[in-house]
């Protein structure tokens, strides 16, 4: 018995109906990832799905924004050509304000140089850096997020802090091999432990969507002030302490804001500081290494010249000497990959 | 005798497949980090006029499964938690074809009204949605700054509704 002749042969399903079942089926669907895919794990997680995405939409997406690059740069030209006159000024100006701080900077430096040499500070080692462009961008209430065009294979991991020459702009949340995504400061699900610069209080710079991401959990008695700088306080290990974020400033709403210093120009060349944590300043061997390990356990006493050996108090001198022989010697050279 | 009409049926490809190819192509472009004049570029969604439009046209199987596929691919380009574009979409397809026989045939200021609910409706449940996962609630200003020009969309939708509402005589 063919199909039709069957009991289904004259049963029709009106076609809303189907276009209703479809979108049910599908608002189901899209329900189960969103439940899978929760908040905190989207930022802390490389999703091969996302990864693999990325790798692929990054270069597509340089294609589509050719034209639309070259008229961000004429505008630029443009501008560059009617303001040049009143640019120049300002640069001049700037120049001379400036020059008395770079004498003193020279001069700050060479004695903090001296201080940490005499001190014996273990400063941190200088952090390599990797150059990207950033290639696509959102910006919407619920992510802010950028697409940059250097990845695992120039070296940059997951938790990398980027930064451009004003500044913080996020870090890194996923790799491929030639793109990386970055969170930017201003994202929801973006916390970065920061001080205020003047009075070393801590805070946590929460972004929320907007320009200005807010402070809270902020530490003290009257710690911020309007205009004070915000540095990262490199709390947590996460990102180097001391990279400048922003200026304070009171929100709308009354509460802390910062204005964040990667906003005085267009994020289009970021560097990402490939730093870890800060076990990479250290020896891991050294960390991984079981406490007094350098100490070597006491001989084995030797019964028949104990009394010989025991000290008298007439032989006050000899115990050092003695004792010299089991302390722990200090290393020779300090290891490898080891601070200075 | 009588004579067969021939039926004349706009298929599949010129009233979804395309629109969400375009609409693709034209969310890409606004993701290009670039500021022109010192503004930067909006950033709409940009398929909510598909999701307005498409139940309107004609009811369909295949534009669910199509705004599902570009809710995602909006969750991915611009890191959103997966599915929330999508869900998004799909609540504004869902109540327009809900109410698709009182919409049909509107005057074009009525469409704008329930294109403007349906679209403060979405962002309203991912503005709820995102504060509970994040635990952490988006600036209104910001929120705004998504919703205006979502808004401004509309002719889009309009000519799109325009374009295809007879592409099938037996729906109208």
Request: proline share 19%; no cysteine; net charge negative.
């Given at each position: 018995m063919a199909f039709r002749d069957?009991?289904?042969?004259?049963l029709k399903v009106p076609v809303a109906w189907t276009a209703a079942g479809a979108a049910a089926v599908a608002i189901g669907a899209a329900v189960m990832l969103l439940l899978a895919d929760s908040g905190s794990a989207r930022a802390q997680t490389n999703n091969p799905v996302r990864s693999g995405f990325e790798a692929t939409v990054g270069p597509v997406n340089g294609v589509f924004a050719w034209p639309v690059r070259f008229v961000g740069q004429v505008s630029d030209n443009v501008r560059g050509y009617f303001f040049a006159v009143s640019e120049n000024r300002r640069l001049k100006r700037r120049i001379a304000e400036l020059e008395p701080w770079r004498d003193q900077a020279i001069a700050l430096k060479t004695i903090n140089a001296r201080y940490e040499a005499m001190l014996g500070v273990r400063t941190e080692p200088p952090v390599p850096l990797a150059t990207g462009r950033s290639i696509s961008d959102s910006r919407g209430p619920y992510a802010n997020a950028r697409l940059i065009d250097v990845g695992s294979a120039r070296g940059v991991r997951i938790g990398n802090p980027v930064i451009t020459e004003h500044g913080l702009v996020g870090r890194v949340i996923g790799t491929s091999s030639n793109v990386s995504r970055v969170l930017l400061?201003?994202?929801?699900a973006s916390q970065t432990p920061i001080m205020v610069d003047r009075t070393d209080a801590r805070a946590i710079l929460k972004g929320d969507g907007s320009g200005n991401p807010r402070l809270e959990f902020i530490r003290g008695e009257n710690p911020v002030q309007v205009g004070d700088r915000i540095l990262t306080s490199g709390d947590g290990g996460g990102i180097p302490r001391g990279i400048p974020v922003g200026m304070a400033a009171k929100g709308v709403d009354g509460s802390w804001r910062v204005k964040l210093?990667?906003?005085?120009?267009?994020?289009?060349y970021v560097r990402v500081m490939l730093f870890q944590d800060?076990?990479?300043?250290?020896?891991p061997e050294a960390l991984n290494a079981?406490?007094?390990?350098?100490f070597n356990t006491a001989p084995p006493p030797d019964l028949g010249a104990a009394p010989a050996a025991?000290?008298?108090?007439?032989?006050?001198?000899?115990a050092p000497a003695a004792r010299a022989t089991t302390a722990p010697r200090p290393a020779a050279t300090p290891p490898a990959g080891a601070p200075r | 005798m009588r004579r067969a009409t021939a039926v004349r049926v706009v298929g599949p490809w010129s009233w979804i497949i395309l629109p969400a190819l375009l609409s693709m192509a034209a969310t890409l472009l606004l993701a290009t980090p670039v500021e022109v004049f010192g503004l930067r570029l909006p950033q709409p969604i940009i398929p909510m006029v598909l999701a307005f439009a498409w139940p309107l046209i004609r009811p369909s199987m295949l534009a669910p499964i199509v705004l599902l596929l570009l809710g995602l691919f909006l969750d991915l380009l611009w890191r959103q938690p997966l599915g929330l574009a999508a869900v998004s979409l799909l609540s504004v397809y869902a109540v327009v074809l809900l109410s698709r026989s009182f919409l049909m045939g509107q005057e074009t200021s009525v469409l704008f009204v329930w294109y403007s609910v349906g679209t403060l409706l979405a962002f309203i449940l991912t503005y709820v949605i995102v504060t509970l996962q994040a635990a952490n609630p988006p600036s209104v200003l910001s929120w705004l700054a998504s919703v205006v020009p979502t808004l401004l969309l509309f002719p889009f939708a309009d000519r799109l509704i325009e374009r295809f509402e007879d592409g099938d005589v037996r729906f109208r």
């Open positions: 069957g009991p289904f042969e004259n400061l201003t994202d929801v210093f990667n906003d005085r120009g267009p994020i289009d800060f076990g990479q300043l250290t020896n079981p406490p007094l390990a350098g025991r000290p008298t108090p007439a032989q006050p001198a000899a | -």
